[in-house]
């Protein structure tokens, strides 16, 4: 018995297998030339602008952004091939991650024209990079007791407080800024939280470096001290700033990079194990399971952000802009969107996922091919 929480993203598609060979190939290229050696967590230790611009100038950033923005149109599903594989391969792309999957979403579904049309193309371009505003000391997972406060003044905000664990700041242009922009009130923790685009280079903004157990910097602690933020530049709605931060998060927490972060590491282990110079270990294929699991979770999500139907799933039930269902049972999804009654499993309009089997040893695990493979050529795609 299958057991069904992620509707089936579609139909294998030609044209995303003919994309993720192409960006194969021009990976292996740039292993090759020197460009870069490939890494663990790279989406956000691994800064390169010089590789970042490259690969916009392919098409490959921005590439859901609207064209009239700079972008270049194309669908979650088609960023979804392209991330996979920077992923797998380890592949210096911090320098736009947080801009091309958080920032430029937040900017197209809350931010005003002015806004859009000052950072988009920029972001397309590979030119403008992003940071994260949230955590702060006390606050990370609680982001309703953030203690930034926001003040209003004439012709705009002044921000004061302290973010902590911003990867990338001492390199980024911005971030949007979680502050309190009216009195807590007790009984409604959420209320009263605004975002701001805080530019980093503006006075009163002040980034320490946070160096992590190996010495490596890309983590910091940002100290916003009466920083001015002009009217212009408050994000959304002033006092909906849960709302869309939660948004937000939603986009960041979606993709693979944290499940890919170390594929690498795996598909050596995989390797090794294959040619009989590793230990014979089922955990090995343990993971590899997983990881095949999580692909197919990430790209049926990504397939809904972009519409995908097929002969079993005519309608889209989920949008990336609506509150992700939280599933009480298997069986049981609940806090749908309200604007459509979800269907239920067993119904015409719910898709089951293909079914796994989880390899038992390394000598199967490594006759095993994932979609998300390394650009080494010997890790096919079956399923695109």
Sequence with gaps: MRTSLVPSAGAPDPSLAALRAEVRAFLREQI????????VDTWLARWNTDFTKALAARGWVGMTIPTEYGGHGRTFMERFVVT???LAVGAPVAAQWVADRQAAPSLLKYGTEEQKRRFLPGIARGEICWAIGMSEPESGSDLASVKTRAVEVDGGWRITGTKLWTSGAHH????????????????HRHAG??????LLDSPGVEIRPVLSMSGEHHFNEVVLDDVFVPDDLVLGTVGDGWAQVTSELGYERSGPERFMSTFGVLAGAVDEAGAGRLPADPRIGAFVGRIFGLHHMSRGVSGHCSGTRTRRSPRRWSRCSAPRPRATSPTSPTNWPTRATPPGRGSPNWSE??????????????????????????????DE
């Design 193 to 198: 939280l605004s975002q701001f685009i805080v």
């Design 172 to 187: 980024a242009d911005a971030f949007f800024a979680l502050a309190r922009s009216a009195p807590l009130d007790p009984a």
């Design 353 to 382: 996922p293909a079914s796994c089997s989880v390899p038992d040893s390394p000598s199967e695990a490594a006759r095993v091919r994932f979609c998300a493979g390394s650009s080494r050529g010997d890790w096919g795609c079956a």
């Design 84 to 86: 996979e594989e920077l």
């Design 32 to 39: 090759d030339a020197g460009v870069f050696t490939p890494g």
